[in-house]
């Protein structure tokens, strides 16, 4: 059948340009050539190999050498994360921090600074505070919803502005377009980690940004049974840095992970479509409940940068954070009275988790930190599954009961 389309789609070009240009079709064809002279197969193999025979001495036959140089079916899933998020080249690598030191490791040198998003992922913040300062790097944290306390912090040396939006754990904004406008004008890079929304929800290459990086463990992948990450870009000549440190440092991802996420990537946008629909209905639930204090979710109109979230993303997803009204130890008690859920750490698959920031995914932020930024002891996460959604809201009212 595949194979059938795919001829169909060669053989009329008016169809071929527009159908691979719509997101489900390239999610689902791109990088899968069916090789007709060899076996066929519809899918792209796993070709586990970690050398590749050669006919002549100095020219590799089909162009492969070593499988951390590069891999077939590593080559098949970079294709395809580029198309999925519009741009020229992609980068597997074996997670998502092990993209982000290549990418910091590649692009900057001992001295340079970097400004972050105060409300980073905490494995972020503990690779660029515990690593990468160590060999001279700078970071300073800024409240990035504000454009302008972005533009007060930029030093002489300053050379990448490191953003998350949605922020993990508590979903804030920010303006993506403006930030990418004023490092051009300061001649520095805007790294967006894109991992919370999903490229199918957005694009931050096309509002200005110069790298969309992702820990493809969460959504890409979707179905919690991988470990890796992701680097997509324009620049062809940062494209051949990072591609030469991708080799030079060796953290690339696995061909038996890589054949993972290309099958998780096939169902990306029907899955994004659940989980915000899911997510949607989880929290005008939790809004509306009298034991809930607060909930955070850009797709709710009480969040404050409600407006923003909806003109740079064509969909909010499906995290959400909410704070309960009577401290810790109901928290705790909440945390270890669901059953649908799982207490886990992690987002993004197709089964819903919840779990406590303070305690688990943020416990390496220093307390004041953490509090700084607003995230209490009775704040909770929840990536919101794509089951039936009747079932994810009982599980949730008879946990809330027990509070
Ligand atoms: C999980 C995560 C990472 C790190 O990715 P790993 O694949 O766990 O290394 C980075 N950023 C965000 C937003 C994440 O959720």
């Not at 002279?37 to 089909?62: C, L, Q, W, Y």
């Not at 105060?118 to 990468?132: A, P």
């Not at 199918?200 to 959504?219: E, R």
């Not at 307390?367 to 209490?376: T, V, Y």
């Amino acid at each position: 059948m595949r194979v059938f389309a795919r001829e169909k789609i060669r053989k009329t070009n008016s169809l071929s340009a527009k159908s691979l240009h719509e997101f489900s079709t390239k999610a689902i064809h791109v990088g899968e050539e069916p090789d007709l002279s060899n076996s066929g197969d519809v899918t792209i193999p796993i070709h586990m190999s970690s050398t590749f025979a050669r006919k002549e001495v100095t020219k590799p036959s089909k162009g492969y050498e070593y499988s951390r140089t590069s891999n077939p079916t590593r080559d098949a899933l970079e294709k395809r994360l580029a198309a999925i998020e519009d741009a020229k080249f992609a980068l597997a690598f074996s997670s998502g921090l092990a993209a982000e030191t290549v990418l910091i490791l590649s692009l900057l040198k001992k001295g340079d600074h970097v400004i972050a998003f105060d409300d980073l992922y905490g494995g972020s913040r503990r690779l660029f505070n515990k690593v990468l300062e160590k060999f001279g790097l700078e970071f300073t944290y800024v409240d990035a919803r504000e454009t302008k306390n972005v533009e007060k912090s930029i030093k002489k040396n300053t050379r990448m502005i490191w953003i998350e939006t949605p922020t993990n754990p508590l979903m804030k904004i920010c303006d993506i377009r403006a930030i990418s406008k004023i490092a051009k004008r300061h001649r520095m890079l805007t790294v967006v980690d894109n991992t919370f929304a999903s490229p199918y929800f957005q694009k931050p290459l096309k509002l200005g940004a110069d790298i969309s990086l992702h820990s493809t463990t969460k959504y890409i992948n979707g179905h919690a049974d991988s470990i890796g990450g992701a680097i997509m870009l324009n620049d062809k000549e940062i494209y051949e840095l990072l591609k030469f440190h991708q080799n030079a440092i060796g953290a690339v991802s696995s061909p038996f992970n890589d054949f993972l996420v290309i099958r998780g990537i096939e169902t990306l946008a029907l899955r994004m479509e659940r989980h915000e629909k899911n997510a949607k209905a989880v929290a005008e639930f939790l809004e509306s409940h009298r034991k809930v204090k607060k909930v955070y979710y850009s797709g709710l109109k009480s969040h404050p940068q409600h407006k923003l979230a909806k003109r740079q993303m064509s969909g909010f997803s499906g995290m959400i954070s909410f704070e309960i009204k009577r401290g810790l130890k109901e928290a705790k008690r909440f945390l270890e009275s669901v059953k649908l859920f799982s207490l886990a750490e992690s987002l993004g698959g197709v089964e819903s988790l919840i779990e406590h920031p303070a305690l688990m995914t943020h416990a390496s932020i220093p307390k004041n930190e953490r509090e700084k930024i607003g995230i209490s002891d009775e704040l909770m996460r929840i990536s919101v599954g794509i089951e039936d959604i009747d079932d994810i809201i009982a599980d949730l009212r008879q946990a809330l009961n027990k509070v």
